[in-house]
């Protein structure tokens, strides 16, 4: 049920962009019934969103206790009205997202990080939401793709958005994009998390698997 402050945020945000564009997102489609569907994460996680000491080269952006997304809930949500799961470290040997990195360990990455990484998805879609957030240091963003069981791909035009702070409404003229969490860290700073829709050019054709990678 829409009606927390989060919620009405990403609502106008949503509604803003159906007004401004003529655009209207797949998972908001009143007169068409839903199968949602959430990927299951887990064979692919190798970091953490939250961060128990700092500079240990582990968890989040390894700024310590005071300064990651442990405030961020888990398991099954709903943000929205879309369903996600967000896995909790301490019920998945530590990790809990899927971390990738532009720099190897040797450019000064952090170890365990990958440069690619390819997801099963096994079945028709009309569209896959993510929730992901860029961290620090810029340089290329990674390449996204829904690679379909017939031999195709489509390039997923991902937007890249940060995590800490902003403004709150700036998605809301941003095609495919609306904010999905907002909270803060222990130390109070505001967070903000981003969900984006890619809406499949092609749903009637099946997608194997989604691939996020750097080009190399």
Not at 24 to 37: A, G, I, L, M
Not at 118 to 144: H, K, L
Not at 166 to 184: E, V
Request: hydrophobic content about 35%.
């Amino acid at each position: 049920k829409i009606g927390t402050y989060d919620d009405l945020i990403a609502s106008s945000s949503i509604r803003t962009t159906e007004l401004l564009q003529g655009y209207r997102y797949p998972s908001w489609r009143k007169e068409t019934k839903k199968n949602y569907r959430t990927l299951d994460l887990r064979p692919f996680i190798n970091w953490s969103h939250i961060d128990d000491k700092l500079l240990d080269n582990r968890g989040w952006v390894d700024k310590g206790t005071n300064y990651d997304l442990s405030r961020l809930p888990t398991r099954k949500v709903s943000f929205c009205e879309v369903p996600f799961e967000i896995l909790s470290p301490k019920e998945n040997g530590g990790s809990s997202v899927v971390m990738l990195q532009n720099h190897s360990v040797a450019d000064g990455g952090w170890g365990g990080a990958r440069r690619k990484v390819s997801i099963p998805v096994g079945q028709s879609v009309a569209s896959i939401t993510f929730i992901r957030a860029t961290m620090e240091g810029g340089g290329p963003a990674p390449i996204y793709e829904a690679n379909y069981a017939d031999g195709g791909y489509a390039h997923i035009p991902m937007i890249y958005t940060g995590w800490n702070g902003g403004g709150k409404l700036r998605a809301a003229t941003r095609q495919n994009l609306w904010p999905a969490w907002m909270g803060d860290a222990p130390c109070g700073d505001p967070l903000i998390l981003y969900a984006f829709e890619w809406v499949n050019p092609h749903p009637g054709r099946p997608v194997k698997e989604m691939s996020i990678r750097f080009a190399e």
